[in-house]
């Protein structure tokens, strides 16, 4: 079987598995070399996610489409990533929202990535802190407020789990009604997200397989 062959088989399976769910799907494709990366234009894929800066401004200036950045953000990098990213799914800090702001001629889609344990490590923002930092947000020229982000933390039944972030995020829809979307759900449970109204999911492994280590 042939790696477009392999690609193409596997993007079928996790479509059939989307069903007629109204959802985005990213293609992340961190640590994936870029030939996998047009292989999934070929097959009709345009969204694609990457977590490492570096990595997504060199696919990004080889294959076109709309691409996502879901990593941990620094503010050193958001000069990089400003130049390449056309979503940012994980913005968590003020200050980051700020300089992004100063940064961009043009605007760029954000979302706020919510944190369900408070783990800092991992970055995010707790539901009491989300409504201050979404105000400010809206009054930024270059932002434009798509919605709320959430990666579970590790040992949450995802039921539970997506079933909790379903309610933050229609509690502050009702406030943000132009943060209409939800971005939740990976390789291992973009089924049960979908169920409690993910719009967008982030899938990579299930559709490209094991990762290899990038040197």
């Not at 800092?120 to 020229?141: C, F, N």
């Not at 990976?186 to 299930?206: K, P």
Request: glycine share 10%.
């Amino acid at each position: 079987m042939t790696r477009h062959e392999e690609i193409a088989q596997n993007l079928r399976n996790v479509q059939s598995r989307i069903g007629s769910a109204d959802v985005t799907l990213i293609a992340v494709t961190k640590t994936y070399p870029v030939s996998d990366v047009q292989i999934l234009k070929e097959l009709g894929i345009n969204n694609f996610g990457e977590n490492r800066t570096e990595e997504g401004g060199e696919k990004s200036s080889e294959v076109d489409g709309i691409w996502h950045f879901q990593g941990g953000i620094q503010s050193r990098k958001l000069k990089e990533i400003a130049q390449w990213a056309d979503v940012i799914h994980s913005l968590d800090q003020l200050s980051h929202a700020q300089k992004l702001d100063a940064l961009l001629t043009k605007p760029i889609d954000v979302f706020l990535q919510l944190s369900l344990d408070g783990d800092l490590t991992r970055g995010g923002v707790q539901e009491g802190d989300l409504h201050p930092l979404a105000e400010k947000i809206s009054e930024m020229a270059h932002l434009n407020l798509q919605g709320l982000m959430c990666v579970l933390p590790l040992g949450v039944e995802p039921h539970d789990g997506f079933q909790k972030v379903a309610t933050i995020h229609r509690q502050f829809q009702s406030d943000f009604p132009e943060a209409k979307y939800l971005s939740a759900g990976m390789s291992g449970d973009f089924e049960v997200a979908i169920e409690y109204g993910a719009t967008h999911i982030r899938v990579g492994s299930q559709i490209l397989g094991q990762r290899t280590a990038r040197g």
